[in-house]
């Protein structure tokens, strides 16, 4: 993992566990740099993540403020962190309806912008929240890129193992988000009716030298997901 992101993580931790409680500017830069043992880029690119999560803002000249929390338990729309990041105080489960190798076929390479053939984990499995059905997840992951996936790593966070595990750095994602009614076998899974309604995030995730490795649809729970994004005046 880059280690801004090691630093955001860790001043995320300590802010919610009250550490600036009593206020609502972070320390100087200058503070910071010394406090995290960093580059001042290395912490304006943590400060960035969390800017971005709207859990910081920067006022110019004056310094980096805190926000207090108005939409807590959403999913960041601009965010590609894994699952349980968005819901570090809540528990969080996942269960495997299926995990099998493939070889892509051409909607498959087109999605993960591979060959047709190109070996492809298969995964297929459902979020719980709070033991609440929250999310069912039909993901595929380009083999030559993510050289193993077992149950054990797809019940626990994917996105962890790649990072940490395997040493990928993780770099931006399109996302696609849209509506759709659910079909028999999802409603059945989220535990709702047939054709109720649902939010779709579809996502191509690359790593940061710009190869595609994953390839996800997520259909959501409507009666549990939230979502946010921080809007800018350009």
């Known amino acids: ?6 630093v955001a993580d860790q001043l995320l931790e300590e802010i919610t566990h009250g550490k600036y409680k ?12 010394t406090e995290y043992s960093v580059s001042r880029n290395t912490l304006r690119n943590a400060v960035d993540v969390l800017v971005d999560k709207s859990i ?8 980096i403020y805190i926000r207090k929390p108005i939409y807590p338990d959403t999913i960041t729309i601009n965010s590609i962190r894994g699952f349980k990041e968005e819901f570090k105080n809540k528990k969080i489960q996942s269960k495997m309806i299926k995990l099998e190798q493939l070889k892509a076929d051409e909607e498959i390479s087109r999605s993960l912008q591979c060959e047709i053939g190109t070996p492809v984990y298969f995964v297929n ?6 033991n609440e059905p929250f999310s069912i997840e039909y993901s595929y992951f380009n083999k030559n890129i993510i050289p193993y996936l077992g149950k054990e790593i797809a019940e626990a966070s994917i996105y962890n193992y790649i990072e940490h595990d395997l040493k990928l750095s993780i770099g931006f994602a399109d996302k696609y988000i849209y509506v759709e009614k659910l079909s028999k076998l999802d409603s059945e899974y989220l535990q709702l009716k047939e054709e109720d309604p649902s939010m779709v995030t579809e996502e191509t995730v690359f790593l940061s030298n710009g190869k595609v490795f994953n390839h ?11 979502f946010f994004a921080l809007a800018k005046n350009w």
């Open 125 to 130: 499995r459902i979020r719980y929240v709070e």
């Open 216 to 226: 996800s649809k997520v259909i959501h729970n409507y009666k549990y997901a939230k």
């Open 1 to 6: 993992m880059r280690k801004y992101r090691l």
């Open 22 to 33: 009593d206020e609502l500017r972070l320390p100087i830069e200058e503070d910071l740099i």
């Open 56 to 63: 910081l803002y920067r006022v110019q000249g004056s310094g």
